[in-house]
């Protein structure tokens, strides 16, 4: 039994209203090639999303992310970037954005884009100038060439591995490159992904210009990729940890920040350098240049959580990716102490909390909760794998999306979790596309399970999600029941769970609200419980009801439809908010 101290039951205080909209912003991520097709070639386009805006400002999201649309050769389904200032084909025109930035602002809602700058396609202009010129040259001191290892150079430079799998090193030759000399080149993506190199001054130059390319069309704020790579260790020195970015440990933690895991255990010579941050302030710089309330966030894998307070210090970037409470699973005394120490550490540096289930890169919520251990982090989900168990996923998913929306700071929210969607689990291995499956043989399952075009209208072609009925990944057919339009309106439906969630707790203020653990419960093993503003929350993560506060005013249950009122007890696997009286 864990007991918490009385001493410590206040955690976070209420922070002022400065009127930063991204302190206590629910921030929605649009996958474009997922979200709506409105060319119908079966991969979703920039004004397929401007057609379904209404959908999330009725959602009642303050912001949206949008997962990368520049021009791209779709090796990593865009985060591999040819052209920084265009917006690709597949997706439409740098007027097809102009519209749709115009249309979400008339909604009141703020854009947010992706900036990948630790790598880009090999089939950028920079490494094509590259591969056409000398080892030594100006052009190849943009990304990491370096000479091989033994005899005749051919083993890699260092022992590093690729996070998608393999070496993290590929060797020119004249018939992949049409080069005569045999340099090796680091990748710690896919093959097609060249690191930069940021120690060159022309690249941060680049990317300062890309940066100010965006925000003078007007974009609210920029969600930066692998932001805790860009600075490797001097001499690229051998390293022989592992590297992942989605399968980080779970180390149990002991509740000092100093060593909370931030669900990384990134920590090699790749990754966190000192020199990381540097970059940042000066990126701070030329957005408190521009007008408005532009916002820089981090997707930074680190470990422990101390360390990823370093990125949101008051002169660099606004908010991280607390990829923590993601990768704790199911289990309340941990969760608790990742959610002390968050604030802890946040709050030292004066930057919000944000926190997050789902992204494009983990197995959606639902069904990692569903597994036999809940919270285990596979790397998706095959035919052959065990199998999460969908109801039991779905109730905790609801739970834990209720728990999470409860808690002040900015909250991050992946497209389809507020359907309720689950992974798709039995996707042919044929129709894969995530390198990851490919650079390990297999034995990664990848991340195209959580990438597939959402469900709309039950009975449209394609689920609403394209009007020819084509989608680059099949939707499956279960996923019927989850259509929004199947939701809408539906009494207790996952939908509608989220928009009075997400109504209250604007209404409420509970954003910007304070959190103090309730006492009644320090000395239970299986519930979060904590006060908000004048809301108390209360998540039973166990199997056997817990007893609730009499009197107490139910304000929302994430129980499912069909489950009796709460009334005295609170069942497992199950969030309330209850009004004090
Ligand atoms: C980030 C993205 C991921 C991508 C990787 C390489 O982690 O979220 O989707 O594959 O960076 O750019």
Known sequence: MTTLDSRTLAVHAPGPDHGEWWRDAVIYQVYPRSFADANGDGIGDLPGITGRLDHLAALGVDAVWL??????????????????????????????????????????????????????????????????????????????????????????????????GGPAWTRLSEERHGTADRQWYLHMFDSKQPDLDWTNPEVRAEFESVLRFWLDRGVDGFRIDVAHGMVKADGLPDWDGHVSMIDGTDDAADGDPESVSGGGGNQGPMFDQDGVHEIYRAWRRILDEYDGDRMLVAEAWVDPLSRLARYVRPDEMHQAFNFAFLATGWNAPA???????????????????????????????????????????????GRTDPQPDEELGLRRGRAA??????????????????????????????????????????????????????????????MGYSPTGLTWLPQPEEWKAYAADVQTGQDGSTLELYRETLRLRRE???????????????????????????????????????PLPTGAQVLLSSGLTGDADPGDELPGDTTVWLRLG
């Open 67 to 164: 997962s990368p649309f520049y021009r791209s050769p779709q090796a990593d389904a865009g985060y591999d970037v040819s052209d920084y200032r265009d917006v690709d084909p597949l997706f439409g025109t740098l007027a097809d954005f102009d519209a749709l930035l115009t249309r979400a602002h008339d909604l009141g809602l703020k854009v947010v884009v992706d900036m990948v700058p630790n790598h880009s396609s090999d089939e950028h202009v920079w490494f094509q100038e590259a591969l056409r010129t000398e080892p030594g040259s100006p052009e190849r001191a943009r990304y990491l060439f370096r000479e091989g290892k033994g005899a005749d150079g051919e083993l890699p430079p260092n022992n590093w591995q690729s996070i998608f």
């Open 335 to 381: 969760l608790r102490e990742i959610i002390a120490a968050s604030y802890q550490v946040n709050d030292s540096v004066g930057a919000p909390t944000t926190w997050v289930l789902s992204n494009h890169d983990v197995v959606r919520h639902p069904s990692r909760l569903g597994l036999p251990t809940p919270g285990d982090r596979p790397n998706g989900i």
């Open 401 to 462: 999306s209720l728990l999470l929306l409860g808690l002040p700071g900015s909250a991050y929210l992946y497209q389809g979790e507020e359907l309720g969607l689950p992974e798709h689990t039995s996707l042919d291995d044929e129709l894969r596309e995530d390198p990851a499956f490919f650079r390990t043989n297999g034995a990664e399952r990848g991340r195209d399970g959580c990438r597939v075009p959402l469900p709309w209208e039950a009975d449209a072609p394609a």
């Open 508 to 546: 409420l203020g509970l954003g910007l609200g304070g959190m103090v653990w309730a006492e009644e419960y320090a000395g239970t093993d299986q519930v979060i419980a904590f006060r908000n503003r004048d809301v108390l929350v209360v998540a039973n993560l166990g199997s056997t009801p817990v």
